[in-house]
């Protein structure tokens, strides 16, 4: 019972280089989400997918892109990163509607040189 | 604007005592969520509730809906309990879907 699995678990960057953070999940769930913890923060929502096939912005978009790749797979890609986004990113699913809890991966810590 | 207030921010007990930390959420919510994040960094889900009162093993939470607030309860406390515990608000978004707004979190140490 993998449930969310991402990657990778830890990743440095330069600014301006790019790079895909991956996440999985193997429990039919339609909902996937990307979530950013900061310092002092709650966490904040990034980008989500309420269903295969469909993408919306959520809180803190600036700087990413998302691609729902099928119903298990929603990655997040970082075009040109910043210093800003160093961060802990969190992916998230659940199977939708308002009754259901979510299953999170276990994070990715990004730092931006 | 959604918002959800934790207190106490940061929250020392002895083994054993009885811990309550707490949420209140501004507008009207679909579910609360209760989070623990560990030292690692993993969250886990720990409770979701719409009204009334859940538990489990040691951990109780409660949602007063009327009032807004909801508590999370620790009965007999463990230094294994230490984490941060994060209340989350689902709201909907439109077209059938949820969307989560977190308190900032309540770090819990409990001492042997």
């Known amino acids: 019972n993998a449930g969310v699995t991402q990657t990778p678990k830890f990743q440095v960057l330069k600014t301006g280089q790019s790079m895909t953070l991956q996440c999985a999940q193997d429990m039919n769930h339609n909902s996937m989400y990307w979530y950013r913890q900061d310092p002092g923060m709650g966490l904040r929502l990034i980008y989500y997918?309420?269903?295969?096939?469909?993408?919306d912005k959520g809180e803190v978009p600036n700087g990413y892109n998302v691609s729902r790749l099928n119903k298990r797979e929603f990655s997040l890609r970082l075009e040109s990163a910043a210093p800003s986004q160093t961060s802990v990113y969190f992916c998230?699913?659940?199977?939708?509607?308002?009754?259901?809890?979510?299953?999170f991966g276990s994070g990715t810590r990004l730092t931006v040189v | 604007k959604n918002e959800v207030e934790q207190s106490p921010q940061n929250l020392t007990a002895q083994e054993g005592e009885f811990i309550t930390i707490n949420c209140s959420y501004s507008v009207g919510i679909s579910a609360l969520h209760w989070l623990q994040q560990h030292p690692g960094g993993g969250i886990v889900s720990l409770f979701m509730?719409?009204?009334g009162k859940k538990k489990h093993g040691r951990l109780i939470a409660t949602i007063n809906i009327q009032e807004k607030h909801s508590s999370l309860h620790i009965t007999a406390s463990h230094p294994r309990d230490s984490a941060v515990y994060i209340c989350?608000?689902?709201?909907?978004?439109?077209?059938?879907?949820?969307?989560?707004?977190f308190g900032k979190g309540t770090k819990l140490s409990v001492i042997p």
């Open positions: 997918s309420a269903s295969e096939g469909t993408t």
């Open positions: 998230a699913s659940r199977v939708g509607g308002s009754n259901y809890g979510y299953t």
């Open positions: 509730l719409s009204s």
């Open positions: 989350a608000a689902s709201f909907p978004s439109g077209a059938g879907s949820y969307q989560l707004t």
